[in-house]
């Protein structure tokens, strides 16, 4: 078997181990629908790629799609798993961004990913900061590290959706469902307009506008794989239920002032 080692791009040892073991796997682990590959540009343009989060499972989903397009992903991932046996040395090895939430040195993760953007590379952000808790497994609200990442780099933001990890491994639940062999739907979307964005102050509103935009992006993909019409509310972690959304720089402004207000 000849193993896809992407062409044209620096990998690394630890890298190209982790695609020995996981692409053989993978291949007969899972069946591919995977859509879109053209809008991961080529190597050597930086991009940021958003995704949806709602399985253990799925950072392993997301890899085989971009490896197999030539676009080596660099993740954003816990810190937690740079302190595991075995598994630590290969992320730390490969390239991925250690994030230390809720810490001064989460700053230095999103200055990591600006310069690796800028080098080049396909960063790969979770805007939902973890697992979706939307019982349905719809994107859920945002942080507003992808947009960071995009404008203070200039790089485009590339929505990435995907379903079918969640048949392997449901989210928090530690299993694998291997067999039958499941369909990972996978879609790379065009990048998100941000244009009207970059030109201003990057105050809270433009991020959290910006954010919305990455996170409508990827929710629609994945209603074109679920077949669904999308959702008309995104479901809050702060308040565990489901809130309207809002869109548009003013409206975003308002409900900011709102919210200070309130406090």
Known sequence: MVFPYPSGVK????????VSILWPTLMVWTRRDWHGRENLGEPGQGLVVAANHM????????CH??????RPPRFLAKDALFDLPVVGP??????????HR???DAAHAVQSAVTAVEEGEAVVVYPEGTLTRDPDLWPMSGKTGAARIALISGAPVIPLAHWGAQDVMRP???ELKLFPPKTMHVAAGPPVNLDDLRPLEMDQAVLEEATTRILDAITALQADFRGEPVPTQ???????????????LAAQRAHDAEGQDLR
């Open 11 to 18: 990998t690394g040892p630890y890298y190209n181990a982790a």
């Open 55 to 62: 399985s253990w499972f799925d950072p392993m989903v997301i």
């Open 65 to 70: 799609f971009m490896n197999d397009t030539g």
């Open 90 to 99: 290969v992320v730390g090895g490969a390239g991925q961004i250690p994030v």
């Open 102 to 104: 809720e810490t001064s």
């Open 172 to 174: 928090y639940h530690k």
């Open 234 to 248: 995104r479901w809050s972690m702060k308040l565990g239920t489901r809130v309207p959304i809002v869109r548009g």
